[in-house]
């Protein structure tokens, strides 16, 4: 791997990593760690999600305002239209520019009965993604980006749906698709295809998802829509009681994921970071990314 890039610039690649509010104070101390140690790999920016049914509403900006204050990072804030009026909405956005953040991650949302029911917009609010990225455009300038299914959201009938949900988006003033994860890269470059075929150019960058767990990445990976290929499986059985081997794995198929989208080209990584920096800090290491400090002193 190191041969790919012997340079440690770092500057070949466009870094994000995807954090979600803690819910306790242990969790929230980890979660400050990981912000830390990350910002010193300098990302091109960092999310933050938005709880189901905007739980989170105000944990999600007390993190992304503290992000914008406290750290040389572009916090990106993932927002949904659940639940929620336009002006509600609005108001949050209001207040997202006013604390300096300028990058909305804009998504329709589960419904709040459940993944797999049907979404029922709120009378008031939005009514759908690309809805509600025409309501941040028109508000304020902000920089926008949106979700996206390889594998085919699961209320979508074909990928061609999704394509042409992305393409609304797009039309809508979107500049960047984030892809759901996927462990099969060739699901990555055949959607890639699709989307370029019918002109799409904007970059549609591939969400990676580290197993930590694997049961309950397979858990959501079932209601998202991802597939868990037999091999991955394979990869982690008789692991359920072995923490240190299944980590190791972990990183290990993370690590061939991520070279395997780099050698054909794939220059931008997002990251499911589940709030932790060891694992993506190795990965972004082997691309070559290092700290601030590091290249400093070369
Ligand atoms: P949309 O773009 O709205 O739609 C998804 C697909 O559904 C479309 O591709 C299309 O095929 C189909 N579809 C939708 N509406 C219609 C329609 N009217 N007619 C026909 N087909 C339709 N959830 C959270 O609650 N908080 C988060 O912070 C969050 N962050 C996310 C980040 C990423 C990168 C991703 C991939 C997902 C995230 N989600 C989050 C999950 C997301 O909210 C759910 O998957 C939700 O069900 C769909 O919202 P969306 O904006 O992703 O999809």
Redesign the pocket.
């Known amino acids: 791997f190191n041969a790919l890039h012997p340079t440690a610039s770092g500057t070949r690649f466009n870094i994000s990593y995807?954090f979600f509010p803690p819910k306790t104070a242990e969790m929230e101390t980890q979660l400050w760690a990981s912000v830390k140690r990350l910002e010193a790999l300098r990302p091109h920016f960092v999310s933050v999600?938005?709880?189901?049914g905007g739980s989170t509403r105000e944990r999600t900006h007390a993190i992304v305002a503290r992000i914008a204050r406290e750290t040389i990072m572009k916090p990106a804030a993932?927002l949904?239209c659940?639940s929620s009026s336009k002006e509600e909405i609005d108001e949050i956005l209001r207040a997202y520019w006013e604390a300096g953040v300028r990058h909305i991650?804009?998504?329709?949302?589960?419904p709040p009965t459940g993944?797999g029911t049907v979404?029922e917009p709120n009378p008031k609010g939005y009514a759908?993604?690309?809805d509600l990225v025409n309501g941040i455009r028109r508000l304020h300038d902000f920089e926008i980006s949106?979700?996206?299914?390889p594998e085919?959201?699961p209320?979508?009938r074909s990928i061609e749906?999704?394509l042409?949900?992305?393409q609304a988006?797009i039309d809508a003033g979107a500049t960047r698709a984030?892809?759901?994860f996927f462990f099969d890269n060739d699901v990555y470059f055949r959607f890639l295809d699709k989307a370029r075929a019918r002109g799409i150019t904007i970059p549609i960058v591939p969400?990676i998802m580290p197993i930590r767990n694997f049961k309950q990445v397979a858990n959501f990976a079932a209601k998202?829509g991802a597939s868990v290929p037999r091999w991955v499986a394979e990869r982690f059985d008789g692991l359920d009681e072995d923490q240190e081997t299944r980590a190791l794995v972990a990183a290990t198929t993370a690590v061939e994921q991520v070279m395997g989208l780099a050698r054909a080209g794939v220059e931008e990584f997002?990251f499911y970071t589940n709030n932790r920096a060891d694992m993506v800090f190795a990965i972004c290491h082997l691309l070559g990314v290092r700290p601030l400090r590091e290249k400093a002193d070369a």
């Open positions: 995807e999600t938005y709880g189901a993932h949904t659940v991650v804009a998504l329709r949302g589960d993944v979404f759908s993604s690309s949106v979700s996206t299914y085919g959201h209320e979508s749906q999704d042409d949900a992305l988006k984030i892809t759901q969400g998202a997002h």
